[in-house]
């Protein structure tokens, strides 16, 4: 079998993913810093493999790890092993500390969000609509992050005032490209400041999951210090990159597609379809790192060695013509039925689903009436992916708003 080397820069992650799927549904693959894991790659044996027993979160199992193999200085090293959290268990304990969790996200508690984040929302679009006409204007980092940042931190309690230092440090939590000595620094920043959060709260408590979980730590439910501190740091994580991502590519895929960008705005391709089919077509988070084999176990033709680290390569499967047919690897709004796993799969789905998809499906059409003449302000073959292996980021999006309302300067 032969290895496929994951580009650190993320330079063509199209091509990357299709000679991923070429290489069958199980790859052997090499992440950045020579760590070998393999990867499944299409739609099928994903679904199996993630509802599993076999594969487990235990880094504990991976050989790799039991032979001194991986280095605490490795960039992707929080990602492999962040700490306690529904992130790393399994069992009993996942679904304890997912209960709580899924408590606070339900479909009708997210919606209780809606006001807000509409507010957000407009907030936002006044502020673009007062940068100066014709100038280009960076769509991610001016619209795409504020919203999901503001609304996941309100969801958990963190103050405004923090965002600048966490926007910071989770850069280099992400990034193949920080440094090897900074990354056990990096992490022990991560966690003072996700601590300082939790102590806070325990001070002060209010209406949010950080104090919800708290409370369940005192009353009975046996959550640690390190639990609650990790599952903040994941849930914050998670539930900011992904929607910027994802109202990101939605925008770049309009964009690029104008018929169907003209009927989605005409009304004839609703917005649900754009955004489930975004999902799929350039899904928001490329790899997903990392589960170990308790056994071997055959995936399609090959077998995935017990005791090897497996990750999930969701922008190879999301395009796998044996599930999508041969339309596959394009875009199409309409397409139906769409029954994508971008979100995971099985126990280990993401709790956020429904919180992201709200995000964006009420961002995105207060952007685009509030700008119908938006366009790139570069050709897409000039946008550039940031470094890192798990998320599917641009850098920056630059755009040019036209006329709000489409009316004339």
Known sequence: MTRIALDPFVRDLDGESAALRAAGPLAEVELPGGVHVYAVTRHAEARALLTDSRVVKDINVWGAWQRGEIPMDWPLIGLANPGRSMLTVDGADHRRLRTLVAQALTVKRVERLRAGIEALTNASLEKLAALPAGDPVDLKAEFAYPLPMNVISELMGVDAADHPRLKELFEKFFSTQT??????????????????????????????????????????????????????????????????????????????????????????????????????????????????ATEDIEVGDKVLPKGEGLIISFGALGRDEEQYGPTAGEFDATRTPNRHIAFGHGPHVCPGAALSRLEAGIALPALYERFPDLDLAVPASELRNKPIVTQNDLHELPVKLGCPFGGDA
């Open 179 to 292: 440094p090897p000595e900074e990354v056990p620094q990096m992490m022990a920043d991560l966690g003072t400041l996700f601590t300082k959060i939790v102590d806070a709260k325990r001070a002060n408590p209010g209406d949010d999951l950080t104090s919800a979980l708290i409370a369940a730590s005192e009353n009975g439910d046996h959550l640690t210090d390190e639990e609650i501190v990790n599952t903040l740091q994941l849930i914050i994580a998670a539930g900011h990159e992904t929607t910027i991502s994802l109202i990101v590519n939605v925008v770049e895929a309009l964009q690029t597609h104008p018929e169907q960008r003209k009927k989605v705005l005409n009304g004839e391709i609703g917005w649900e379809g754009v955004i489930e089919e975004t999902l799929r077509w350039n899904t928001p988070t490329s790899h997903v790192l990392i589960r170990f």
